[in-house]
């Protein structure tokens, strides 16, 4: 039967498994799994609770990382992780566990706001339409998801929650002596009694209101700063560091960007930043995403130095205390509060001419200077490849190892935001102050000497020696000589002689920053916060949550002139003066009052900083999450020690930032005793990407995949020669592929073996349309060995399989379930392929067992086609909660190979073994084998090598 004429296929085998047949059963299945709630995971109590045979299992929460709903919908290339999970969670059902597995949408996002922008319409109305698709897309893969649990970011119900965080986390401040989150209650309390000391001295009730909020301010976990931001003006908006290109531009849109001071909300992460370092050990995550989140995190060891300087004093963060004699000048980030006052009306006598860069004064030197610095992104600041620049700022400060008198910079090498935004210069050690040091031609002194040959006459280096495995030279002064040291011990030494002379200290710094939470978007979660007269915050008690979005008739931040720096954001929501002036009895004591709200809006990444928590308890209005709840699905556990989601599965470019975030509300709630978990994902996995192949013309434009034709090798489009380039998938490269398409040609269990079946999950690999056929036809020979295709009937037969057979099935049942549980989908579908093809090898009918157990085994894997048989196998259930088959080791094992004994070199006795015989057991049985002691006849053994399971030599 020609498998390229359907049509003459259909009439001779009308119960072939076609693809109109597979679309039938799976839209049959999907009503049947949805009627039933067969993927309704029970809770232990509350709404959710049911089945409480299924609850009292072992449970597993399976979660991927969730979709922002885009209009332009899915391609293939985003299911493969979900359809992984789903495989994944269908087997843990099929393995005695109770399996939370669901999905939601991250659906605050720019695309929508910036289509409201464009057209007037309410961006809620495009992302509802675009979840809608994105669900039954998601529904036409057969993916098991408990639809209970799932939500949207963008619910009211749930960033009522959202908000609800915030103002846990601005309501508390963090204890470094307890090293956790406490109510700020309690830190109110301690001020109150003395207990702990006020700043500035005096009596916490001898504060106004106003100052009794600023302490307050510098304590709580969410704060208000005027922080130096990246503000850009062709946006109307404020950006993360990571949303500015390295030549200090938007990402997007390409604007200008500008450092400016603006009243921002701040999250105080960098305090969870050693348990955030130290909590990454006992996570199952893969090395190379723990690496990149401590690299973030970045600690460095190093001491605080104070250099004096006109009776004051500049302190510095240096990693290489033990350097300070080579210390031949300092540099200041151009921002440096203290610039100014260190900036002197006149150059001092002498002068450098290369150090005033052309100026009369230092004052305008230092005005120029900050006018260019501001103008560059921190990451261009800290490129390495640029020439450095920078001026003197007039002023000398001592190198108080020395007493040496040294010239005080600004250069914008040096940030704010690190350290202590100021750096003693070492050239011989730092690469960067070697640069700054010969385009200024100040002292360069080796202070450690180099390794390499190079010696240590500094005028004929071409670059810094920075090793920490070298010996300290040059560094002997009045008080304390570090020569002849190793680097590490002189670092100690310094670092203790520092601190007993009062000059410095040892200190940790980190690299982490605190993480700026505020946008000028309409679309995301309205801060909870009001302002009252005097311009303090206020939190908005939880009985006013969630506070809604207001309707708005202009979604646009408004935009400047790019590049003018002085402007000021200006947000959608401080608009709508109905919605900012209120007059509200906040339940404080101080009655009805008017306040004005927040304007600004919560960043995209605040509604997946929490959602794992919401799937639990999705509908609890009283709590973010019942506790008891959240212990049975999250709490800590044998090997997790911190609790968390058992597999999260998600794209490596997540590595970072959403992570993080998550992480540190996690612990947040866990401090404050709203979670029994301290980290929220215990398994990470990342998948890998679908690739795609992108065809472009002459001029380098994109042209449909399509219609591109292959002749000899080369690849044309209406004729014209055109290139091929593995690349990723998507609309704008025309080589966008629908699930739906496929879905229509060969059925959702195709797909989603095509797609298990591409390669190892972690690793990307390149889409072919043409090879999806070949899981198409694995699955009509699976069907056939259940199925007679003319008549319909199911061909089984109650007979005991033959020998080879079980041995094929067990073989394959040990295999599969090995690969699933490894998460190996790719190598499972092999060795189902295997059985199925040794099935239609045997020909014959396939005997009861072996179908039911092959049925079972691809349960997972094609879940339709499953159900489809296991009913025509007789069973009145679903396959999703039927026990996995396990294999009988009997039957897993190969029938005996042949193992050759040779004494000195001959031959002398072929024996018959398991091939798992380990090397000791073998030896024993080739000593003890008769023709092998008659051989040796007692001569003495000198040496047996072993190569189990095939050969044993002696050697007498
Ligand atoms: C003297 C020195 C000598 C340094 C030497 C390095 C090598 P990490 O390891 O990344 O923490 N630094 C300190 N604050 C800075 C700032 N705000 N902007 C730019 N650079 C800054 O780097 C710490 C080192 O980077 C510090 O140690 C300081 O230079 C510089 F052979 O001090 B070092």
Not at 97 to 116: C, I, K, M, R, S
Not at 273 to 295: G, S, V, Y
Not at 454 to 472: H, L, N, P, Q
Not at 771 to 785: D, E, I, M, P
């Amino acid at each position: 039967m020609s498998e390229t004429n359907p049509a003459a296929a259909e009439v001779a085998a009308p119960h072939r498994y076609t693809a109109v047949v597979a679309g039938e059963i799976e839209a049959r299945w999907q009503d049947f799994w949805d009627a039933e709630g067969t993927y309704a995971a029970p809770n232990p109590s509350g709404d959710l609770a049911g089945d409480a045979e299924l609850a009292a299992k072992p449970k597993k929460f399976i979660m991927d990382m969730f979709p922002y709903p885009s209009g332009t919908g899915l391609h293939v290339g985003h299911p493969l992780g979900y359809i992984a999970t789903d495989v994944f969670a269908r087997y843990q059902r099929m393995t005695g566990h109770n399996v939370l597995h669901t999905l939601g949408f991250d659906a605050f996002g720019l695309p929508a706001e910036q289509h409201a922008v464009a057209t007037g319409e309410h961006p809620r109305v495009t992302t509802e339409a675009a979840i809608n698709n994105m669900r039954s897309q998601l529904r036409r893969l057969g993916l098991g998801h408990d639809k209970r649990r799932s939500f949207a970011t963008i619910d009211p119900d749930y960033y009522k929650w959202t908000q609800w965080i915030f103002l846990q986390i601005f309501n508390s401040w963090y204890d470094g002596e307890a090293n956790k989150a406490r109510p700020i209650a309690e830190l109110i309390a301690q001020f109150e009694s003395g207990e702990r000391a006020v700043p500035g001295g005096g009596s916490w009730s001898a504060l106004s209101a106003a100052e009794r909020a600023d302490v307050l301010g510098d304590h709580r976990l969410a704060y208000a700063s005027d922080a130096p931001v990246n503000w850009c003006p062709g946006l109307g908006t404020v950006l993360a560091n990571e949303e500015v290109t390295a030549d200090g531009r938007s990402e997007r849109g390409n604007f200008p960007v500008f450092k400016a001071k603006l009243r921002q909300w701040n999250m105080r992460i960098t305090a969870y930043a050693d348990r955030l370092l130290d909590d990454l050990n006992e996570l199952d995550w893969p090395e190379a995403i723990k690496l990149q989140q401590r690299n973030w995190i970045g600690r460095s060891e190093g001491a605080r130095v104070d250099f004096p300087i006109d009776g004051e004093r500049i302190t510095v963060f240096t990693t290489r205390p033990d350097t300070l004699f080579g210390a031949t000048y300092m540099v200041l980030a151009p921002e440096h509060p203290l610039v100014d006052k260190f900036t002197p009306d006149a150059w001092p006598e002498g002068t450098h001419d290369v150090w005033t860069g052309g100026h009369a004064t230092p004052a305008d030197a230092v005005t120029a200077y900050r006018a260019q610095a501001t103008s560059k992104s921190d990451v261009e600041r800290q490129a390495e490849a640029k020439d450095k620049t920078g001026v003197f700022i007039g002023s000398y400060a001592t190198n108080p190892v020395n007493g040496e008198r040294i010239p005080v910079f600004i250069a914008d090498y040096v940030l704010m935001g690190y350290g202590t935004g100021a750096i003693m210069a070492v050239p011989a050690g730092d690469q960067r102050d070697f640069e700054f040091a010969r385009a200024f031609e100040l002292p360069i002194r080796c202070v450690v000497e180099p390794t390499d040959g190079r010696g240590t006459d500094t005028s004929i280096w071409e670059d810094a020696f920075g090793s920490y495995d070298a010996k300290v030279v040059n560094s002997a002064g009045e008080g304390v000589s570090l020569d002849g040291l190793g680097v590490v011990e002189a670092k100690a030494r310094i670092t203790e002689w520092l601190e007993r002379t009062g000059i410095g200290e040892g200190t940790v710094n980190f690299r982490l920053r605190d993480w700026l939470f505020s946008r000028q978007r309409y679309w995301g979660e309205p801060f909870p916060i009001v302002y009252d007269e005097d311009g303090a915050a206020h939190a908005l008690p939880e009985s006013m949550l969630p506070l809604e979005l207001p309707e708005v008739e202009d979604y646009s931040p408004r935009t400047f002139e790019p590049d003018d720096a002085d402007t000021q954001p200006e947000t959608p929501l401080s608009r709508n003066a109905d919605w900012v002036n209120v007059t509200l009895d906040l339940g404080d004591g101080r009655g009805p009052r008017p306040y004005r709200r927040e304007t600004n809006t919560m960043p995209n990444w605040a509604g997946s900083c929490w959602y794992e928590l919401r799937y639990l308890d999705p509908h609890n209005s009283e709590k973010l999450v019942d506790p008891q709840i959240e212990q049975y699905w999250m709490g800590p556990r044998e090997g997790q020690p911190h609790g968390g989601v058992d597999l999260y599965v998600g794209g490596a470019e997540h590595a970072v930032l959403h992570l993080l975030y998550a992480r540190f509300w996690s612990k947040v709630l866990f401090d404050l005793g709203h979670v029994s978990s301290a980290e929220p994902f215990h398994r990470l996995f990342n998948q890998g990407m679908i690739q795609a192949f992108v065809y472009r013309d002459s001029r380098g434009f994109a042209v449909p995949a399509t219609e591109v034709e292959e002749r000899d090798g080369a690849y044309y489009y209406q004729g014209e020669k055109v290139s091929r380039l593995l690349g990723k998938m998507g609309k704008s490269l025309k080589n966008a592929v629908t699930p739906e398409s496929i879905c229509e040609e060969y059925g959702a269990d195709t797909l989603r073996l095509y797609e298990m079946a591409m390669g190892p999950l972690d690793v990307s690999r390149p889409w072919d349309t043409r090879a999806v056929v070949g899981q198409f036809r694995l699955l009509q020979r699976l069907w056939r060995n259940v199925v007679d295709e003319a008549s319909g009937e199911v061909t089984v037969v109650d007979a005991e399989p033959a020998e080879d057979t079980l041995r094929a099935l067990h073989k394959a049942i040990e295999g599969v379930r090995q690969d699933l549980e490894g998460m190996r989908f790719n190598t499972a579908i092999a060795k189902v392929t295997e059985l199925n093809n040794h099935l239609t090898k045997v020909g014959g009918p396939v005997s009861r067992p072996v179908a039911e157990a092959l049925v079972l085994l691809v349960a997972p894997l094609a879940p339709h086609i499953a159900e489809e048989l296991w009913r025509k196998l007789g069973h009145g259930d679903s396959v999703v909660h039927q026990d996995f088959p396990v294999a009988d080791p009997a039957y897993v094992v190969d029938e005996a190979v042949t193992c050759v004994v040779q004494i000195k070199g001959k031959v002398k006795a072929r024996l018959e073994v398991s091939p798992a015989i380990s090397e000791a057991e073998l030896e024993k049985v080739a000593l003890a084998d008769e023709k092998v002691v008659a051989a040796l006849a007692g001569a003495a053994i000198r040496k047996v090598i072993v190569r189990a399971p095939k050969l044993v030599n002696i050697v007498t």
